[in-house]
């Protein structure tokens, strides 16, 4: 006999005839997404058992449940109840030995997240001011294995992976929405995003204006200042100005339609936050530009002859640099008054002068004052302007250096006087060479004055005005006229007295035209007559000519000075004051 075949058999036979041995449970797939199949199967290591059964939480699994008593249990539609179920198994041999029950085991069943994760505290919406502390938020998802998580700012990065979102103290950079999502890591279901909202109160911290701290506008512009502030919830912004009350706009911006110079000033802009309490403030100083005014003004206001005059010529505008052009002009016509000094140069003063230290008659006229500040008016005008009109207050003066006059005995002379007076003369009187004093007319004299205009010379310029002659006619000149006559004139300024000489006629001033021409032309054929000579005798010496004659006789009794060109002061009796007669005068 073989012994260890026997041995063999032995011990097979005493195998057989004993209990299985335990067995154990596997499951496919090892993880179950909750809604799906798993199959549970019994191994035992004696071989194949005839007969496998089944307990779930230590209760028999019978036909009609949806399992078998194979040796593999089917169960469909994994729901997340089915892992919290123990589920063991025993082997039954031919011999109807059954084993001990296998270990228990859990089904490892994979669910959520739900639909949508909650949060804890249960709030989503938060409302802080800026520095204060917010408490952690939970992120809350039933899910098995658990979830992985993920917040998102409202710019969609990430700030968290952890399930918990920690902020701490809050800024203004915090504030907005917070998206929380669930993710399954084994089954990778993700739950839809929700999202928390944090609004974070702050500011203002500053008032930004879109204009310089400094701003110049012209008169009639539109301004259009906008004050910006930066805060939350709302700050409301208001407006106040220095010269102007009636600004009600509080939406930051700063409109004037139609600007004026009386809104030159300082504009403030006033943002406040009442749930921080913060004040902000921001200024503007507007001036607005406009042309000067231009007013002229005379010192004094009744200059009199002799005395200094001033002509002022003042300005106020914004900016104030002004250039000041003035004129004199007379009639129409421009005089270049030598005490004028124009300069382009922009000046801050607001007046320009001109200083006459001693004024005289052709210093009388229009006075313009021309001013800029390089700002125009509405209608596009540059320069103001302004006139000032200018009297001398002088004695009565004579216009004339005519002083003598000639005449024949029997005949009838006017002698005609230009006079200028201001204010006008009130009395004129001659006394004649026999003390006959004239004031008016007689048998043998007619006197009057009549206003007429006269051509006169101011600083070198030809200008016209209007004056006054004195016309003294003598009827039937007799030997007693002949002689020296006083003039007397007076106004309100002073008295003035002339003296103006009537002669007689001589011969050789009674040759007529005839013989003047006839003694020339003698005289023109003498002179041929000897040039030919001297040709002649080869002789170098040549005679002068013969003068021409100015003793012509003046046939005209009328004396008319037309032109007198007046140099300074009417007094006759100054030297620097004299008048000169630019056409000849009959007599």
Known sequence: MDLPSWIYYSTLIVSALGQP???????????????QTVTLS????????????????????????????????????????????????????????????????????????DSRVSFYPQNDYYVLNENTKLDDIACIATCNPSCTFEWKNSAQAGVTEKSVLSIGV?????????????????TKVRSSSSHITIHVRYGPDKALLNASKELAVTEGQRVSITCSVDCWSTCPVKWSSSTTSNLENNKGDLVIENVNRTMSGLYTCSAYNNATGRTVQ??????????????????????IEGQPLDVVCNASGIPAK????????????????SHIRNDKTPTSAPEKRIHIPRAVLQDMG????????????????????????????????????????????GKNVTIKLPIYSLPSVNAAWFETP??????????????????EPVVATFYGTIVDMSASVLT?????????????????????????????????????SSLSLAAVLGGCLGGLVVLVVICVVVKCMCCKRREPEPEPDDNEPQRDQTIEPRHIQIVGSLDPNDDLAQTREKRPVHS
């Not at 335990?22 to 997404?33: D, H, L, Q, R």
């Not at 059964?53 to 593999?72: D, F, I, L, M, Y």
């Not at 002004?322 to 008054?337: A, E, K, Q, R, S």
């Not at 026999?434 to 206003?451: C, D, K, V, W």
Request: with cysteine.
């Open 472 to 508: 003294l006619i003598i009827y039937s000149v007799q030997e007693e006229d002949y002689g020296d006559y006083k003039v007397w004139l007076r106004n309100a300024v002073n008295v003035t007295q002339y003296t103006i000489t009537l002669t007689k006629e001589t011969s050789a």
């Open 322 to 337: 002004y250039v000041f052009t003035m004129t004199h002009t007379l009639g129409g016509v421009n005089i270049p008054n």
């Open 366 to 409: 229009t006075y313009m004052c021309y001013v800029h500040n390089r700002i125009s008016d509405q209608k596009g005008n540059l320069h103001k302007s302004a006139a000032l009109e200018v009297r001398v207050s002088v004695k009565p003066s004579l216009l004339s250096e005519t002083r003598s006059f000639v005449t024949s005995t």
């Open 170 to 186: 809050v800024d203004r950079r915090g504030a907005g929405n917070f998206t929380c999502t669930a993710t399954n890591p084994v």
């Open 282 to 303: 921001n200024s503007t100083q507007i001036f607005v530009h406009y042309p000067p005014a231009v007013t002229m003004t005379l010192t004094p206001a009744n200059p």
């Open 42 to 113: 019994c191994i035992s290591s004696d071989g194949n058992p005839v007969l496998h059964a089944w307990r779930r939480n230590g209760e028999e699994v019978t036909a009609g449940t949806p399992t078998n008593t194979s040796k593999t249990l089917v169960i469909t539609n994994v729901s997340r109840a089915d892992a919290n179920s123990s589920f063991t198994c025993t082997s039954t041999d031919q011999n109807n030995q059954t084993s001990e029950k296998s270990a228990e085991y859990n089904i490892f069943v994979a669910y959520g997240p």
């Open 21 to 35: 041995s335990k067995p154990s449970i596997s499951a496919n797939p090892s993880i179950v997404p909750e809604g």
């Open 434 to 451: 026999r003390g006959l004093n004239l004031s008016h007319p007689t048998a043998n004299y007619f006197i009057e004055i009549l206003h």
